[in-house]
Structure formats: structure tokens, C-alpha cells
């Protein structure tokens, strides 16, 4: 197989995060051509499945050898992310900055590690340099939304879950988090509508029944209460949850 032809398909394994494949194949890639991408691609893997070690000697062996290069120094950044050990993270990812300050990725990690130290205002400002650059990556519009409903930006973190969804329909996680916001907001309806399409998305979750469930108790609407609560109990008999509900449903009919 050609280096072309073994490169697109390692990527490929890459992609759909079949990491113990890709790094086999870019791995054999390497031994053909000693390819920096390949190299780099060798330390994601690394990265992915947890050889911490063997991932910060492969980045640190590229920034050596191509030292105006930012991607392995943000890979590095990544590692220490992971490793916990933030203010190597952070070095890293302004480093990268100073390289190229035209990469969206690593204002997104400036944002990621800012957000973990629970400065969400300065995470913000990362996520939004990001989108600057490149406006249709749906990841960073998920994790803007969660910044603005973290200080309190309700409106703006849905129209930032509402992108992050337009762009990636399968993205529960922008429906769950725009579910949370409106059941902040009070606004029950809204919340119930957005936990129906996570049900028609992942039917088989029960989390996700418990919530429609209990937010037709907290709006009263005992019928569709009762109809999630049996739902759940069809599914799991035995569910702690679903049984509480269930006290809670009849107590509340009794009064009725």
C-alpha cells in the first residue's frame, strides 16, 4: 500500500476513534516516510488512549525538531490538560498562541483550560475568538452556551446551543443543555419539548424519561406524568427514581 493510500486510511480509523488502529497504521506510515504529520498523528493516538507518557515524548520530540510549528505544542497542552497539570497546559497553549495566533483550536483550549479553573468569563472571550476565526465548529458554540448560562446569559446560551444543534443535529448534549437553562428560567414547556427529542434520540435512556417525568409533575399534568412514570417502570421495574414519582403522582391525585 502506497504512504497516500495507508495515510488516508489510518486517518480514517482516526476519525470514527478507532485509536489502536490509527496508531498502528500511522505508525507503519512513519516507517515509510518520516512525515511530521504522521509523527504528530502517532502522539494524538497516544493521547487518546491514555499513554500519557509516550504521547508528551512524541510532541516534545516535534517541537524540537520543527520548533515554529504551534499544533504539537497544543498536542502538549492537551496531554497536561488530561494529566491535570494546568499550569504546563496553559504555557503550552499560550506558547501556541505566540506561534500562530490565527489557530481557532487553540483559543478553544485557552477557553477548555480556563473554564476548569472555573474562570468563565475568560473562557468566554477564548470561545469567542475561536468563532471568530472559524464560526462552524459546533463544539466551541456548546461550550460558549455553557459559559454565558454559567453567569447567568440565559438568552445568549441558547442561541449558542441553537448553533451548536443546527450545526451537528445529533449533538444531545446542545439539547440537554438548553433543557437545563430553561428549566432554570422556569419554563417547564420548553424544557419538556427538549427532553422529547433527547427521547427520540436516545429511547432507551431512563435518565432522560425521569426528567419528563418529573417536569410533568412539577407543571401538574398528572396524565402525562403517570403515562413517563409507567414508561420507566415497563423499562425498570425496580427504579428508585420512578417509584418516588409514583408516591409523589398518587399523593398528588389524592388531593385532586
Request: aromatic fraction near 14%.
Amino acid at each position: 500500500m502506497t504512504f497516500d493510500k495507508l495515510y488516508k486510511k489510518a486517518e480514517g480509523y482516526y476519525m470514527s476513534e478507532d485509536y489502536e488502529k490509527a496508531l498502528k497504521l500511522f505508525k507503519e506510515c512513519y516507517e515509510l516516510e518520516l512525515d511530521n504529520n504522521s509523527l504528530n498523528y502517532i502522539g494524538c493516538c497516544y493521547l487518546e488512549t491514555n499513554q500519557f507518557e509516550s504521547a508528551i515524548s512524541t510532541f516534545s520530540e516535534l517541537i524540537n525538531d520543527y520548533p515554529e510549528w504551534e499544533r504539537p505544542v497544543l498536542n502538549l497542552g492537551r496531554v497536561f490538560i488530561k494529566k491535570q497539570m494546568f499550569s504546563e497546559a496553559l504555557e503550552c497553549f499560550q506558547k501556541a498562541l505566540k506561534i500562530n495566533p490565527n489557530e481557532e483550536e487553540t483559543y478553544f483550549y485557552l477557553g477548555i483550560y480556563y473554564f476548569t479553573m472555573k474562570n468563565f468569563n475568560k473562557a468566554t472571550e477564548f470561545y469567542k475568538k475561536a468563532l471568530e476565526i472559524n464560526n462552524s465548529i459546533p463544539e466551541v458554540h456548546l461550550n460558549l452556551g455553557i459559559c454565558y448560562s454559567k453567569i447567568g446569559l440565559d438568552e445568549m446560551a441558547i442561541d449558542e446551543f441553537d448553533d451548536a444543534f443546527r450545526l451537528d443535529n445529533s449533538s444531545v448534549d446542545a439539547l440537554f443543555n438548553k433543557a437545563m437553562v430553561f428549566i432554570f428560567m422556569k419554563d417547564y414547556n420548553k424544557a419538556i419539548e427538549m427532553f422529547l427529542c433527547i427521547n427520540k434520540m436516545e429511547p432507551e435512556k431512563i435518565e432522560n424519561i425521569i426528567y419528563i417525568a418529573e417536569l410533568y409533575l412539577i407543571i401538574k399534568d398528572l396524565d402525562n406524568a403517570s403515562k413517563w412514570i409507567n414508561e420507566i417502570l415497563i423499562k425498570d421495574p425496580k427504579n428508585i427514581t420512578a417509584n418516588k414519582l409514583l408516591k409523589i403522582l398518587l399523593a398528588l391525585k389524592n388531593k385532586e
